[in-house]
């Protein structure tokens, strides 16, 4: 079973800012097998980035992915009161499928 | 615009078994995997499962000896079994479209989750 960790587990920034989340694989992933997701208190997660580095239909170029083999990231630039969430990393590079166990961008 | 909607009980009580229905509208379940994707109070994601219009399915290993999946097409649903619950199944289930399909290789629909409680 791959292993996804992310982190850090916490990031405190201010609207305006970029957020950097990193996602590290316990072995190397396919980079088409990669994606992001973004979850809101209280709400289902909603697709960002798959393929590692392709945004989901209709999302703002703000947000970008990036990474190869064992270390992905997430990339959220000039932050938007509604970005601030919790975001999970996920694998298919074989079963099971797996999630890394999330970063929450909260507000500082 | 395709919507997925999970529907079941909300209380199970411990050693009985946990039945979910996903009602999806807007697509026609002979494309796509189904997948089901639970969320413990306060923790991450893991993926329970797949289903196909076949009825073919892959299970998590850590899960597969207590779960089941079915599809019905007539009704464009599937659903999921999850036999001899404890309070560790306790949480939201979600079910959730495998977009490959089309290119995209990731849960690219979700349903809104159904919140299922083990207790006696």
């Known amino acids: 079973e791959i292993v996804l960790t992310q982190s850090p587990g916490t990031l405190s920034l201010s609207p305006g800012e970029t957020a950097t989340l990193s996602c590290r694989a316990s072995?190397?992933?396919?980079?088409?097998?990669l994606a992001w997701y973004q979850q809101k208190f209280g709400q289902a997660p909603r697709l960002l980035i798959y393929g590692a580095s392709s945004r989901a239909t209709g999302l703002p170029d703000r947000f970008s992915g990036s990474g190869f083999g064992t270390d992905f990231t997430l990339t959220i630039t000039r932050l938007e009161p509604e970005d601030f969430a919790v975001y999970f990393c996920q694998h298919y590079d074989g079963s099971p499928l797996t999630f890394g166990g999330g970063t929450k961008v909260e507000i500082k | 615009q395709v919507q997925l909607q999970e529907s079941g009980p909300g209380l199970v009580k411990p050693s009985e078994t946990l039945s979910l229905t996903c009602t999806v509208s807007g697509a026609s379940i002979t494309t796509y995997y189904w997948n089901w994707i639970r969320q413990a109070p306060g923790k991450g994601l893991e993926w329970i499962g797949f289903?196909?219009?076949?009825?073919?399915?892959l299970y998590s290993p850590s899960l597969k000896s207590r779960v089941s999946m079915s599809v019905d097409t007539s009704k464009n649903q599937f659903s999921l079994k999850v036999s001899y619950v404890t309070a560790a199944d306790t949480a939201v289930y979600y079910c959730a479209r495998w977009g490959e399909v089309h290119g995209v290789k990731a849960f690219d629909i979700w349903g809104q989750g159904t919140m299922v409680t083990v207790s006696s």
């Open positions: 289903i196909y219009h076949s009825g073919s399915a």
């Open positions: 072995q190397s992933v396919s980079s088409s097998n």
